[in-house]
């Protein structure tokens, strides 16, 4: 299945809180390009593995390496210079500023700018990388609206477009699609992947519906108990037994009957 | 750095009211010598502000750049005005850097209190120490400028007018940069901040030891205004608290609210004072409760709502 060099290593992964084991011997390898759906009912390590990879959670066992580069120990901020973003579940978002002074903070931090004290934030070459931005994900009309004033979808959208500036080799996206309604997430996920896919960004994102999983990805991870329990092709990993039954719900539901 | 409508108003208001200051009589000019010396602490504390920081403990650094003057003039003899300005802005600056390793990792209250907590250690020295005045301070020569000897405070207040005029242009110009912008940022969302690959604490150290340096300056251009420093009007925690007062009274909005701030501030604690001798306190906390209940973004935003238009950040 993995046909170029791994761009991810991760080994050996665990993570404790206490007596709760919320990630056991993870051991998986992601390769340059792929799009990888992770999936798993509540608390099954999903989140927990994103946040370990980005330096949010430390693990309590085990090596993280991102081409050859161990992450385990290393800041969130140095992730981001290695090369690895992130989205969120909640949209972490500037809310008191605009859509366009959001995305001027992320490309001016992104450009080294912030580096150099005397250097203006609003300069026509950021200015310029602003549009573009705006344009590919459909942020034109919300430029100037302040992020308290827009709706769910809009600030996953620029939180997306945040993580995204620093062009990344890998994104992580925690829960894309959640708080987004039925009619509009086929529409978002389709600017999202449409917009990595140019840059060739390797993806990995956590997701409850199936229906975005079977359609965006190539490969499926399944949590459950902080273990993988399946590894596979999103059409395979849909039709798993034990996919069905530990992540999906459906032999749950069927003996419930 | 003066292509903006702040930056240019500084400039004109500044150099008329140098003009204005030649005819006013004296007590007008130490109003503005006075208000103009705190205006430059409290530019610190809108910077901190801006970033979700209050400091309940500047007048620690305010303090240090009044008693570096007040040492300096007595061990060494140093008089001139702009030797004193550095000399408070630098001892105040390499404290609030040193400072700033522990409140970098503190907010909200603990970095209030912290601060707090400093300033009293250094009262508290100051007052048992011989050596620095003890409770009475110390009385400070007249400022020399340039090896002159002026004959009145005028000149003073030019250099104070000038020295604030130049500082405000400053802080505004570092408000537009991507350090400047980080304020905000920080204050909303200190998690994204981080994964945009920005050091938080890196950014917080900055801007911390960027208030001291103001305020020891303020400090400085305070003592040499009076002509005397003592640790009760200088380095004890009402001092602190009367920044933090003026730092709301003026409000966030842009660079030149401090300075209008202070002003009103000088004015209404000199006529609360003549007016109820015994109870100049109540007027000022009527007049704070007034500010935070009805017009919590200070001064400027009342100056905003007039001029029906938005601040220049």
Same mark, same amino acid.
């Given at each position: 299945?993995?046909?170029? /060099?791994?761009?991810?290593q991760?080994? %050996?992964? #665990? ?6 084991? !919320?990630?056991? =011997?993870?051991n +998986? ?11 798993g ?21 085990g ?47 992104a450009n ?11 300069? /026509?070459?950021l200015?310029?990388?602003? %549009?573009? #931005? ?6 034109? !009309?919300?430029? =100037?609206?302040? +992020? ?56 990995l ?42 992540v ?10 | ?12 208001a ?42 309940f ?49 503190y ?13 009293m ?30 004959e ?30 980080l304020?905000?940022a ?7 901040v ?48 009367e ?23 000088e ?40 001029g029906?238009k938005?601040?220049?950040?």
């Amino acid at each position: 299945m993995i046909s170029n /060099p791994p761009i991810l290593q991760v080994r %050996d992964l #665990v993570k404790k809180f206490g007596a709760v084991v !919320a990630a056991n =011997d993870i051991n +998986v390898d992601i390769s340059k390009g792929e799009i990888v759906g992770i999936i798993g009912a509540n608390g099954a390590g999903k989140t927990c593995f994103v946040n370990m990879v980005t330096g949010y959670l430390p693990p309590t066992a085990g090596s993280i390496k991102f081409e050859g580069e161990e992450l385990v120990g290393l800041e969130t901020r140095k992730i981001t210079h290695a090369g690895i973003s992130r989205s969120f579940q909640v949209s972490q978002v500037f809310h008191s500023m605009t859509v366009g002074e959001n995305l001027m903070i992320a490309l001016a931090i992104a450009n080294n700018r912030a580096l150099d004290a005397l250097s203006l934030m609003d300069t /026509p070459e950021l200015r310029s990388k602003l %549009d573009n #931005v705006l344009n590919r994900y459909k942020l034109n !009309a919300q430029k =100037d609206t302040t +992020v308290s004033a827009l709706a769910q979808g809009v600030r996953k959208l620029l939180d997306i477009a945040m993580a995204v500036v620093s062009k990344p080799r890998i994104l992580l996206l925690d829960e894309p699609t959640s708080g987004i309604s039925v009619e509009e997430k086929f529409d978002f996920m389709d600017i999202v992947m449409g917009a990595l896919k140019e840059d060739g960004v390797t993806v990995l994102f956590v997701e409850h519906d199936m229906e975005i999983v079977a359609r965006y990805v190539s490969r499926v991870l399944a949590f459950y108990q902080g273990e993988i329990i399946a590894d596979m092709p999103p059409k395979k990993a849909l039709a798993d037994k034990k996919v069905q039954e530990f992540v999906i719900g459906k032999e749950h539901h069927k003996k419930k009957k | 750095m003066f292509n903006d409508k702040t930056s240019k108003f500084l400039l004109v208001a500044g150099l008329l009211l140098i003009l204005g200051g030649a005819f006013a009589p004296n007590w007008i000019v130490n109003q503005f010598m006075f208000g103009f010396s705190r205006a430059l602490a409290i530019l610190g504390l809108m910077v901190l502000w801006r970033t979700g920081l209050v400091s309940f403990g500047h007048a620690f650094y305010f303090g240090l750049g009044a008693y570096a003057v007040a040492i300096l003039d007595i061990k060494l003899g140093v008089t001139d005005v702009f030797l004193r300005l550095i000399a408070g802005a630098l001892v105040a600056g390499t404290a609030g850097f040193l400072v700033g390793f522990i409140m970098r990792n503190y907010r909200n209250i603990f970095f209030a209190m912290l601060n707090t907590a400093i300033s009293m250690v250094l009262f508290g020295i100051v007052v048992k120490t011989e050596a620095l005045g003890s409770t009475d301070g110390f009385a400070i020569s007249m400022s020399t400028i340039l090896g002159v000897s002026p004959e009145t405070k005028y000149p003073l207040f030019v250099i104070i007018t000038l020295v604030g005029m130049v500082a405000a242009i400053l802080v505004n110009y570092y408000l537009k940069t991507t350090f400047g912008k980080l304020t905000t940022a920080i204050r909303d969302n200190e998690i994204r901040v981080e994964y945009l690959g920005f050091s938080v604490a890196h950014a917080i150290h900055l801007k911390y030891s960027i208030s001291a340096i103001l305020a020891g300056g303020a400090g400085a251009l305070m003592a040499m205004s009076l002509g005397q420093v003592d640790p009760e009007s200088m380095i004890n925690w009402t001092v602190s608290g009367e920044l933090v007062f003026i730092t709301i009274l003026s409000g966030p909005g842009n660079v030149i609210a401090p300075f209008i701030g202070s002003l009103v501030f000088e004015v209404l604690r000199t006529y609360a004072f003549e007016l109820a001798p015994q109870a100049w306190q109540l007027i000022m906390g009527a007049t704070f409760l007034t500010i935070i209940f009805f017009i919590p973004g200070g001064i400027w935003s009342v100056l905003e709502k007039i001029g029906g238009k938005k601040n220049d950040k």
